[in-house]
């Protein structure tokens, strides 16, 4: 709707290097999957990227735009406290925060939450609006000045843009499961301590080097005893150069 995703693109894609940051290869728009490790080299960055592409507003988009900068600060705050190791009731209270901000100006997002249809009736409904508006205008040229004129297209623009989120409203929402784990992350924290000693990605790695590795250099029948037996002996080898 304002065009801002060139920006958007070319901001991400001139980041510089950094240590523990891996410069992206393609932008923003171009990824189709956003793999774990992907996800959490964007967090530490993207409000800035955001920032410089809403820049140079004008009057009409200043509360939108300000609206999705607060939205995605607030989320990539939660996200990175989520991150620390211990927590006290100053910490869960920011995050508590973050989300109610979060929740509270997320609606800009919601036509990014639609079906594929919605956008097009949307849209065609903005267009019908818009005629409406310019015909009216047409009409009374002859009776208002230029820069009455355009006074009024400043405040049309309003009016489509409350008439378009008010179609969309009821089609969109963030209530889906990913979002809704959010909300128990604080009493999650007050109940069972630090989340992260119940992580899975130890796991996760441990099967990849444990099971995954062990099984390629296995004759892949009856694996599970030669699985066992390769580990133990790459096991004793670490023990014995230690």
Same mark, same amino acid.
């Given at each position: 709707?304002?065009?801002?995703? %060139?920006?958007?693109?070319?901001?991400?894609?001139?980041? !510089?290097?950094?240590?523990?940051?891996?410069? !992206?290869?393609?932008?923003?728009?171009?990824?189709?999957?956003?793999?774990?490790?992907?996800?959490?080299?964007?967090?530490?960055?993207?409000?800035?990227?955001?920032?410089?592409?809403?820049?140079?507003?004008?009057?009409?988009?200043?509360? @939108?735009?300000?609206?999705?900068?607060?939205?995605?600060?607030?989320?990539?705050?939660?996200?990175?406290?989520? %991150?620390?190791?211990?927590?006290?009731?100053?910490?869960?209270?920011? /995050?508590?925060?973050?989300? %109610?901000?979060? @929740?509270?100006?997320?609606?800009?997002?919601?036509?990014?939450?639609?079906?594929?249809?919605?956008?097009?009736?949307?849209?065609?409904?903005?267009?019908?609006?818009? $005629?409406?508006?310019?015909?009216?205008?047409?009409?009374?040229?002859?009776?208002?000045?230029?820069?009455?004129? $355009?006074?009024?297209?400043? &405040?049309?623009? !309003? &009016?489509?843009?409350? $008439?378009?989120?008010?179609?969309? &409203? !009821?089609?969109?929402?963030?209530?889906?499961?990913? /979002? @809704?784990?959010?909300?128990?992350?604080?009493?999650?924290?007050? =109940?069972?301590?630090?989340?992260? /000693?119940?992580?899975?990605? /130890?796991?996760?790695?441990? @099967?990849?080097?444990?099971?995954?590795?062990?099984? $390629?250099?296995?004759?892949?029948?009856?694996?599970?005893? %030669?699985?066992?037996?390769?580990?133990?002996?790459? =096991?004793?080898?670490?023990?014995?150069?230690?």
């Amino acid at each position: 709707m304002y065009k801002r995703q %060139q920006a958007f693109d070319y901001a991400w894609k001139e980041i !510089p290097p950094y240590p523990g940051f891996s410069v !992206p290869k393609r932008a923003y728009s171009e990824v189709t999957q956003w793999h774990r490790n992907k996800m959490r080299n964007l967090g530490p960055c993207i409000s800035a990227v955001l920032a410089s592409a809403l820049r140079n507003t004008d009057s009409s988009q200043h509360h @939108h735009f300000n609206n999705a900068l607060m939205c995605v600060v607030a989320l990539v705050d939660f996200s990175l406290m989520t %991150q620390y190791r211990s927590h006290t009731l100053d910490t869960l209270a920011y /995050m508590e925060r973050y989300l %109610q901000t979060f @929740h509270q100006t997320n609606d800009i997002f919601l036509e990014f939450r639609t079906a594929k249809s919605t956008p097009a009736e949307v849209n065609h409904q903005d267009l019908e609006l818009r $005629r409406l508006m310019v015909n009216q205008i047409a009409q009374e040229a002859h009776h208002i000045s230029a820069a009455q004129r $355009r006074r009024q297209a400043d &405040q049309n623009r !309003p &009016q489509r843009v409350n $008439r378009r989120a008010d179609f969309i &409203q !009821p089609e969109n929402h963030f209530n889906f499961i990913k /979002m @809704h784990y959010l909300s128990h992350f604080v009493s999650h924290v007050r =109940h069972f301590g630090s989340i992260l /000693m119940y992580s899975t990605e /130890m796991g996760e790695l441990a @099967h990849k080097q444990q099971i995954k590795e062990s099984y $390629r250099r296995s004759n892949k029948n009856n694996a599970a005893p %030669q699985i066992l037996s390769y580990y133990g002996r790459k =096991h004793a080898l670490g023990m014995r150069l230690q």
